[in-house]
């Protein structure tokens, strides 16, 4: 890696996996061919339905035409409408899914059940009492300069609860989720009230807010997100292995020598950096936290290393997919995209618990 | 885990201390608020009633308040100790198992589409949908042979949750008139409701109670698990069904009255069997009456916490649910 | 080679001691077996012999070194552990849990070494799972499952092995396969083998070193020959014993006495050589 002496060498490691080695540097990698499949074929669906999803809208566009755009001709209208209007909130989604989905990956991966996701056990909570608080307290004025920051904050101090709540000589991942669900249930409470206690047209932004949505996403959003998705999912990557031993159970991954109560407290800091900054732009969406890993699962299996990318792009498009269907389903009424997730993902949870308890 | 009250006289005694208790603390939420009545205004006020600002509110407010906490508060703690037994996970409870936010759901998408019903069916339709999310969790814990873990009951009782409320926020976007109607009922609270709301859902309340009571000792056979149960010849499908319809109709009807008010329903049961153990001949009275005095207090001091203004008493309970909740997370074989 | 001892060792769940005051060296290239009624604390040892649970007092010393003040990676290049009843994450396949054994040998630059291939693929080959590499790992049988988490452990390409009751929850076909495989690995490749097991008999079978564990120390220690008798059984678990030498091995053979039969119709049975 890094190097240009790479050597692929395509052998018995199995037939899924092709090893990488540098011939010059102590340097190894293995490549999981259908990894890197699927992740071609979720990007190649991305780049469809972002063309598709930039023509559609009170101004129809057609996906040429909007190619046309992207190459830089097209008419000056074409233009306006996909770069000022349609690309930032679908750059926005991307990222926002993606965040989500890792987070999700990074969760259930650290807990050991894939029924976990960082929006049922409080972290997004967190970010909507925050939220919600400062859209009361301040009337709204302040709201959209400091309500990522109030949002990310939020979440990290409710994660940073939940880890203190659950500790007794280290924290098991029984004990996050339960703390998490409880905490969870005892923040929506205050939630409700911060909505209450608002005036009424400030009542439909907090409403807005904690249903999720991208609407009136702009390019400075979108630029904010940016580097914490992207160092996010850097870092997760780098800590894939962790992640992949810790799914094992706790002893096995003492038994590895792995570091296990600071790595968990290192991937929870992460899982909260990513879904906290996603909330913090786009609201409490629900769902693609536990949906886009478990795709991402039944596509490549559960290494993380190859799961992560793949649930990136799961998320991605699932989010993508969302906000399509918000814009368009009630044309010219938009419908927060969290709604959607929500509507597909609370059946999707059914379906995963009534699989695993026929499943041995 | 040795119950505290080891006697059927010390807890036969605790009982009837605990319903003058729950008598000495309604007597007071009549009394006591942002104006002070002495006990001879309450006298009078229903020997002689003079229609006086004192006695209209002693009459229309304060009391309606009062009993509707009680009723309230004892049924969600029937209905905790209820779902806690037929699912055998000591976490369970009306409020964590998304049967508050499915009530939420079914009035906010009745409003929305038919304008407000009125109270005496805007009851109903909260009912339903407090029945509709307890019917769903009692079919994910049915079935099949050994359940899903507590764990994934409890995340499923999230998952429902959230369900319920996002979509809950994304009809009251759409509907202005909705948002200004049952914004308030979304809190959890006590005050500001008809007695009528009381009467409308108090008799399926008191069959629920009934159900509740009669069903004691196959309750303490199922407790013993599925397999045992039906070893020692219990028909568990049934004792299961009627089970679950007694926390429909007990966590329904008090979403319904009151709104969604959380951890009654895991704290009180659990104080319960700290007293009497888990013998649910004993267990339920004391939940019914240990839970009505939690929510008439709590109502009491919502009252003063913040005056003059209130706190809603939902939110109230849910402070003093968290710490509960999480000691049981980490306590035991539960934690492990 | 790889000296594992533990010096002034005590254990404890909360309040309660497990394990007082004991002083134990694992002998080398050998099969130790710890054995002991239910509670007596044999796991426990074992578990802090694998640091996964930290002493009252005393330690567990690995070449001389505390392993509570080791680095973990440099402790799992010499002793991996296989916990009892291990669940391995839904869908994963035998070859990906196997490479998880390399996990300290890996860094961010050093994801799969020529190394970390030739141990994986040696410790396949080792427990016969080479062909079943692909298959997940829920499909499998029972003791299939295990063979698995044994070469997962194996790969780990450490010189110490320790394992908590592996054969927990397998019929008896797959508990001699397991424990077969054990005996060949150390034979073969000199590993040393210490693990925790509840039949006393396979446990004489297979043990050079027998440990029997009771009052939060070690009753006795010894190969089973030598110190397997009616006495240690009356003593360590509590009842009444007759130990023959077992037909196929030699090794003893321990018949419970029991209750509810009387002695009469113990002795119209054929009669048995002591």
Known sequence: MRSKHLAAEKKASGSRYTALRS?????SALLDKRAVLAAIVLAAAIILMVLFSAGIGTMRIHPLDVLKVFAGQGQEVHKTVVFQFRLPRIALSLLVGASLAASGAIVQGMIRNPLASPDLVGITNGAAVAATSL?????????VRWLPLAAICGAAAAALLIYVLAWKRGVTPLRLVLVGIGLSSALSA????????????IAGQALVWLTGSVYGAAWSGVLTLLPWTAAGLALAFVLARQVSAQQLGDDIAVGLGSRLQLQRLALLALSVALAGSAVALAGGIAFIGLMAPHMARRLVGPAFGAALPVAALCGGLLMLAADLAARTVFM?????????????GAPFFIYLLRRRRSSP | MVALLDRPSYKIAVLLLSVAFLAVCMTASVMFGAKAYGL???????????????HLIIRTSRVPRAAIAAVVGAALAVAGALMQALTRNPLASPSLFGVNAGAGLALVVAVALFGFPGLGQSVWIAFAGAALSAAAVYALGSGGRAG??????????AAIAAFASSLTSGVLLGSDKALDQVLFWLVGSVAGRELAMLTAVLPYIAVGFVAAFALASPLNVLA?????????GQRTAAVKLVAAAAVVVLAGGAVAVAGPIGFIGIVIPHIARHLVGRDHHWLLPYCAVLGAILLVAADLGSRFLLMPSEVPVGVLTAIIGVPFFVLIARRGRYAE | MTKLTASNLSLAYGRQLIIDNLDFAVPEGRITVLIGANGSGKSTLLRALARLMKPEAGAVLLDGKDIAHTSTKEVARKLAMLPQGPV?????????????????????????????????RAALEATGMTPLAERPVDALSGGQRQRAWIAMTLAQGTATVLLDEPTTYLDLTHQIEILDLLYTLNEREGRTVVMVLHDMNLACRYAHHLVAVKDRGIYAQGAPGDIVNAELIRNVFELDAHIIPDPLYGTPLCIPASQARRAQERQAAVPVHA
Do not use: C, H
């Open chain 2, 224 to 232: 013993m698990g599925e397999d045992v149960a039906v070893s020692l």
């Open chain 1, 135 to 143: 859209i009361a307290l301040t009337g709204g004025a302040a709201s």
């Open chain 2, 40 to 54: 001879s205004t309450l006298q009078s006020a229903f020997s002689a009633f003079d229609g006086s600002d004192a």
């Open chain 3, 88 to 120: 391995a994450p839904e869908g994963i396949t035998v070859l990906q849990l196997v490479k998880q054994g390399r996990y300290p040998y890996q860094s961010w630059l050093q994801q799969w070494s020529e190394a970390d291939e030739r141990a994986v």
């Open chain 1, 190 to 201: 205050i939630t409700s009230v911060m909505v209450i206690a608002s005036p009424l047209r």
């Open chain 1, 332 to 344: 010219p009424t938009e419908i927060p995209a969290g709604v959607f997730t929500a509507a597909i």
């Open chain 2, 148 to 157: 899903p873990a507590p764990v994934n009951m409890t995340l499923a009782g």
């Open chain 1, 23 to 27: 011939r010059r540097l102590p340097a």
